[in-house]
């Protein structure tokens, strides 16, 4: 038996293709995808460059996900059934490394992740071990549980950090992430929560989701400095930015994917003087039935956030940038 799936054949080439169905390992599960999510990192490993790991083509990209059931692996002991519906974290931990043991398994050193080294959800069916499979409740889109993934990986980056009522947050980059964190930090009920951007189309809506300021930092001299300073771009001027708008005593996650030959200027003396805690957050570890939660009680309303719909044929025009449309956030719907 074959499937269609969409098949990276190698960089910056993409191709429909019929794929042989594979035996369903004894301990994995069988889902019919529904939704699957268009991130940056299937932008970067379109263009050769890695994401949770390196891609090596041929691969089938998809790692933001969600489905129903179709079979249980002969092993499974998870009281999953046919026709749940899911949502799954892509990102698969070996669980002996030094990192595993430690508590660390996003840091694992043999990790793989469905969508990255092996195939993913831009396909009829996807094969997942049964600890990566969550179930979402009825009254859960599938167009929104996709998004479980991301979500994840925006609340890991926040468990990362000591936030406090009183404190102020600045969120660089206006696009799909930086919405994330703007709704779901306005949500916690901090004293302010503002927003750098560039895109003046998205103002009304961040302010909506419950950005208190919204500003340009090309266009305006913005000199307030902010307790957690969280950048979500991945270039070197926001994350130098980012850095600067950090107050005294102040927190910075960069979450933004660089490109990973980019390096920032920090001034050392500053880090020191200001006593400035940086950190990074890389994917999603025990964050998904949080993130489910969130999207089930729309503490984050992410389908408002989407801007686009596709069919999984547009996806390589979308990847080379060939959509003239001003994309914020594609889901492809696999019906």
């Known amino acids: 038996m074959h499937l269609k799936a969409l098949v990276l054949t190698e960089k910056e080439h993409m191709e429909i293709r019929q794929i042989p169905e594979k035996p369903l390992r004894d301990h994995e599960i069988r889902v019919r995808i529904k939704y699957v ?26 790692h933001e996900m969600s489905g129903v059931i179709t079979e249980l692996g002969q092993a499974v002991k ?45 396909s009829e069916y996807v094969d997942v071990p049964e600890t990566n499979i969550y179930k979402i409740p009825d009254s859960l889109s599938f167009k929104a549980a996709a998004m479980a993934e991301p979500v ?45 951007g560039r895109n003046p189309k998205k103002v009304n809506l961040l302010k909506k989701i419950g950005a208190d300021e919204v500003f340009n930092p090309q266009k305006v001299n913005h000199d307030e400095k902010y307790d957690l300073v969280i950048e979500c771009v991945g270039v070197k001027m926001t994350q130098e930015l980012a850095i600067s708008f950090a107050r005294r005593g102040g927190q910075v996650l960069m979450f933004g994917v660089s490109n990973p030959a980019e390096t920032i200027q920090v001034s050392a003396y500053d880090i020191f003087f200001k006593e400035l805690t940086i950190k990074g957050a890389f994917i999603n570890p025990y964050a998904m039935p949080d993130a489910i939660q969130i999207l089930a009680n729309r503490t984050c309303d992410v389908e408002r956030l989407i801007t686009h719909e596709f069919k999984l044929t547009d996806v390589p025009d979308i990847l080379a940038g060939h959509i003239n449309e001003k994309i914020t956030k594609a889901v492809i719907n696999m019906e």
């Open 152 to 196: 994840s990986c925006v609340v890991h980056g926040l468990d990362l950090l000591e936030i406090r009522p009183h404190h102020t947050a600045l969120v660089v980059g206006d696009g799909f992430i930086g919405q994330i964190f703007t709704e779901i930090l306005a949500n916690r009920g901090l004293k302010k929560v503002a927003v750098s």
């Open 78 to 122: 998870s009281d999953f059934k046919v026709g749940d519906r899911v949502t799954i974290d892509p990102n698969i931990y070996c669980g002996r490394c030094a990192y595993c043991q430690n508590n660390q398994p996003q840091l694992c050193e043999n990790m793989e992740a469905v969508g990255v080294t092996r195939d993913g959800g831009m």
């Open 37 to 62: 999510g268009i991130c940056g990192t299937d932008k970067h490993l379109y263009s050769g460059q890695p994401g949770s790991a390196e891609a090596n083509p041929p691969i089938v990209l998809g």
